[in-house]
């Protein structure tokens, strides 16, 4: 990741990473012609990035956890980011603006460090600039009540929608980015686990 591997060099790791197991199936003792993907955070960007490059249709389904889908300037998105958009009780909104505030200043950071020579308006750096959804695959997207990033995803998926595509919001109430890190200490990490491993196993 960035600094020392900025855009596209993640992005390409996944795509060659993806083209080896569809091309080493034997190996691996793998027997698909599609397969699932998910990640968390920036590693959930790179997934929808993968999705909105899928022209082989190599992916059958994405999970997104609480996916980065925007590092453009918080004063500048096209949804109007803002606090009032998140149903904050008084007790907590001290702690919870600090929360948000902590990913505004890491997304003023990641916007420094990992485009590169691109734009941050690149589709597969902020997929919310994406317009082709032709070859996107069926999407679960897994957001956290309190995520910096909730309100750039939910425009996300209302684009989706709008194309035409299969998307699924699951929305994990009185919590923020990250959880996954705290699977064992965190029902709501449980649960999602529980979710994907049920959906991959249908």
């Known amino acids: 990741m960035a600094p020392e591997t900025p855009f596209p060099g993640a992005y390409l790791d996944i795509k060659e990473f993806l083209e080896w197991i569809m091309n080493h199936q034997s190996k691996i003792s793998f027997i698909d012609s599609q397969v699932y993907m998910t990640g968390d955070s920036a590693g959930g960007e790179l997934c929808v990035a993968c999705g909105l490059t899928d022209k082989k249709h190599q992916i059958r389904k994405l999970f997104p956890m609480y996916a980065a889908l925007d590092i453009t300037d918080t004063n500048k998105t096209m949804y109007h980011w803002q606090y009032s958009d998140y149903d904050m009780d008084p007790s907590e909104e001290k702690f919870i603006r600090a929360r948000l505030n902590k990913f505004i200043y890491v997304n003023n950071v990641i916007r420094l460090l990992y485009p590169g020579n691109d734009s941050v308006e690149n589709p597969l750096i902020s997929p919310v600039y994406a317009h082709d959804f032709s070859d ?38 009185g919590i923020d980015h990250g959880f996954l890190d705290r699977s064992r200490s965190c029902n709501q990490s449980e649960d999602m686990l529980q979710l994907i491993a049920k959906e991959i196993n249908k």
């Not at 999407?139 to 939910?154: G, H, P, R, V, W």
């Not at 209302?158 to 299969?166: C, F, I, M, Y």
């Not at 998307?167 to 109430?173: G, I, W």
Request: aromatic letters at 18%; charged letters at 30%.
């Open 136 to 173: 996107f695959p069926d999407i679960t997207m897994i957001e956290a009540e309190f995520d910096y990033y909730l309100q750039s995803n939910k425009y996300f998926a209302k684009k989706l929608r709008q194309a035409g595509k299969n998307v699924e919001e699951v929305l994990y109430k």
